[in-house]
Structure formats: structure tokens, C-alpha cells
């Protein structure tokens, strides 16, 4: 189980993000340029863009149960995120609330695979960045993370 999903304080340090080799923060909504970057999937039903397949099946040739595992940390996730308020992320009339927890809860469910695979990357290091406040919303073609 991943540890802690109930005390994250999601989203609370948005647009104070600074960012490393391979990233660009988000200083506010405004700076976004949405036409270059492409967002990271925020339902359950959108392939993974970093692993594709390649996670359930290393679990299932292993005969690794994970979905328990991994609906145990989303359920938790679920209920850590009722707590973020209604129209959080918005500019204007766009709210992109919805996107972020949506993205939340997916990244949660990929970084419970990718420990369990033991091959903790992308997705662990992206729930690291929801633990600090901040939303990894996309990325550039060159894989380059977009946070916010």
C-alpha cells in the first residue's frame, strides 16, 4: 500500500513549483500553452502513456494479484480528494478541477502497479509531486513533465 495517500494536501502548493532538468513549472494557468503539451490521462479508461501495457502484464505473467492493491490505494486516494474545493483550478470559465483529481486518481493507480512490478519511475515520482502540492498536468513530445 502506498503510504500516507490520506494526508496529502493536494494541489495546495500550485504555481510554486520549481522545476528541474526535464521540467517546466507552471507559474499560473495563464502561462499554459495547451496546444504543446499533451495532458496526462485523467480517467481510468486512458492508456498509459509512460508503460502501456507493459506493467499489468509483467504482474499478471507473475501471478501478482494486484487489482486489491491497487483499488485499496485508489478508494484511499478517493477520499483524501474530497477535501479539494470546488473550482480550485479554474481561469475564467474553465475548471479544471475535475482534470486534476481525475488525473490524481489515475496516477495513484499506475504508481501502485509500477511498486509493485518493483519498477518505481514515472508515476512514483509524479505522486511525489501531488505529496508536495503541485499537479504534473502534462507533458511535451520530447517527454518533457509540465507541472503546476
Not at 494541489?11 to 495532458?39: E, K, V, Y
Not at 480550485?88 to 486534476?100: Q, R
Not at 498536468?137 to 503546476?148: E, K, Q
Amino acid at each position: 500500500m502506498i503510504d500516507r495517500l490520506e494526508d496529502i494536501n493536494w494541489f495546495s502548493a500550485l504555481g510554486t513549483f520549481q522545476a528541474r532538468p526535464g521540467q517546466i513549472a507552471l507559474p499560473n494557468l495563464d502561462a499554459w500553452d495547451s496546444a504543446r503539451m499533451a495532458w496526462l490521462p485523467t480517467s481510468r479508461d486512458q492508456p498509459d502513456p509512460v508503460h502501456g501495457d507493459a506493467l499489468t502484464a509483467l504482474l499478471k505473467q507473475a501471478g501478482i494479484a494486484y487489482l486489491p492493491e491497487v483499488m485499496a490505494n485508489y478508494k484511499l486516494a478517493l477520499h483524501s480528494l474530497r477535501s479539494v474545493p470546488d473550482r480550485l483550478i479554474s481561469v475564467a470559465a474553465h475548471d479544471y478541477t475535475p482534470a486534476a483529481i481525475g488525473a490524481a486518481l489515475y496516477c495513484v493507480r499506475m504508481a501502485s502497479l509500477e511498486m509493485l512490478a518493483q519498477r518505481q519511475g514515472f508515476w512514483c515520482d509524479a505522486l511525489a509531486l501531488y505529496r508536495d502540492g503541485h499537479w504534473p498536468c502534462g507533458r511535451l513530445a520530447d517527454s518533457t513533465l509540465i507541472v503546476y
